[in-house]
């Protein structure tokens, strides 16, 4: 499986193209259309979009893609899934919205996780249906994954779970 990112939007939201089997999995079309189907190939098929939470920035760009083949909170249960050759786990990850996912790929030791964990900080907790709570409980959730898991977030760069569980302020109770 390859990854590209794709920074859309006036927030740089990143957009993830995961890439296997000519098979296209997006992940948050936040926004500019034309930029995130530039970067797939004629010979690519999209198999599907997960979204990891209602919020604008992260569904700017889903009008333009058929309905039928968009994930969510309302749609996944949490647990494992295969959409095309992808396998991956859906994981209810509340607090900086209560429709908020993180989605685990166990084999590539990859997890997107929104706006629910970013490198060295969470995502906010004061908006319509976002709790402080609820966000508590999801780093609880999240600590039990391998350390060594790749995280990639709504916005920024990439981290480490490890390094998160470690040196991120909120998983020591902040």
């Known amino acids: ?25 997006i992940i948050d079309p936040g926004d500019e259309y034309l930029k995130i189907m530039n970067q797939i ?11 990891t939470h209602n919020h604008p920035d992260h569904v700017g760009a889903l009008e333009y893609f058929d309905a039928d083949i968009i994930y969510d909170y309302f749609t996944l249960e949490e647990g494992v899934h295969c959409i095309g050759s992808f396998h991956f786990e ?21 997890m ?13 907790t004061d908006f319509p249906t976002g709790s402080m709570q609820d966000m508590r409980e999801s780093l609880k959730k999240i600590r039990n994954y ?21 040196n991120n302020a909120y998983f020591k109770g902040k």
Do not use: W
Request: overall charge negative; aromatic content about 10%; hydrophobic content about 35%.
């Open 1 to 25: 499986m390859t990854l590209d990112i794709i920074k859309v939007g006036y927030l740089r939201t990143n957009c993830y193209l995961l890439k296997k089997d000519n098979q296209v999995l």
């Open 41 to 51: 190939g004629d010979n690519e098929t999209i198999v599907g979009i997960i979204i």
């Open 90 to 110: 859906v994981i209810y990850t509340p607090g900086h919205k209560s429709d908020s996912i993180s989605i685990y790929f166990k084999k590539e030791k990859m």
């Open 112 to 124: 997107f996780t929104g706006d629910f964990l970013f490198k060295n900080n969470i995502g906010r």
């Open 146 to 166: 391998d350390a060594d898991i790749a995280i990639y977030p709504g916005h920024g760069s990439s981290t480490i779970l490890g390094y998160e569980i470690e």
